[in-house]
């Protein structure tokens, strides 16, 4: 928040806000009360928490992925995700991680990378692919989209499985297991 828009808020000088923010002045009791109920209010949450918020409660196989330091993470993942099991917790955080379903999750973040999701460049990109698990190969379909939260760009990834016959529909349909969507 802009300091002129908190002071607006507060019925303060944005002066004030400037001297509270670099120390300078102590708050009193009722401005320290005002402040707590700005803060408070979910209109004032940062973007990033609200999407956290929205991933964390999903009832579907959702993640909010991060490009940092050059590796991608998943920052938060849906309660479906974070107990898959076996292969599927094993991305928990890092993606970077040796893939336990023989490089296709790995081969799905480099394309995540490659098309410029984590730059905006893209409204998303669908992705089907096989890998074992269980012992047995199985389709999934996957979407990642692109957030920008007002400081980084995140992608929201969500996973559901799919047939043997929508996984070859696909391809057939798009003239590969990719397709990306511009705006």
């Not at 999903?58 to 993470?73: E, F, K, T």
């Amino acid at each position: 928040m802009k300091q002129d828009d908190a002071a607006s808020r507060l019925r303060v000088s944005q002066s004030y806000i400037s001297r509270l923010e670099n120390g300078v002045v102590e708050p009193s009791p009722d401005i320290i009360s005002r402040l707590r109920a700005l803060l408070h209010n979910p209109v004032h949450r940062p973007l990033v928490d609200q999407l956290c918020a929205i991933v964390r409660h999903s009832p579907h196989a959702v993640a909010l992925l991060a490009y940092r330091d050059g590796a991608v993470s998943v920052i938060e993942a849906s309660s479906r995700y974070r107990h898959a099991g076996p292969p599927f917790d094993a991305y928990l955080p890092d993606m970077q991680t040796a893939d336990p379903l023989g490089q296709a999750v790995s081969n799905i973040v480099r394309q995540v990378l490659a098309c410029g999701a984590f730059d905006g460049e893209i409204a998303c990109m669908e992705v089907v692919w096989r890998a074992p698990v269980d012992g047995e190969m199985r389709s999934f379909h996957s979407v990642q989209t692109p957030v920008f939260t007002g400081t980084e760009w995140l992608v929201h990834s969500a996973t559901a499985a799919m047939s043997a016959a929508g996984y070859k529909a696909f391809l057939a349909r798009n003239g590969g297991p990719e397709i990306v969507h511009g705006f």
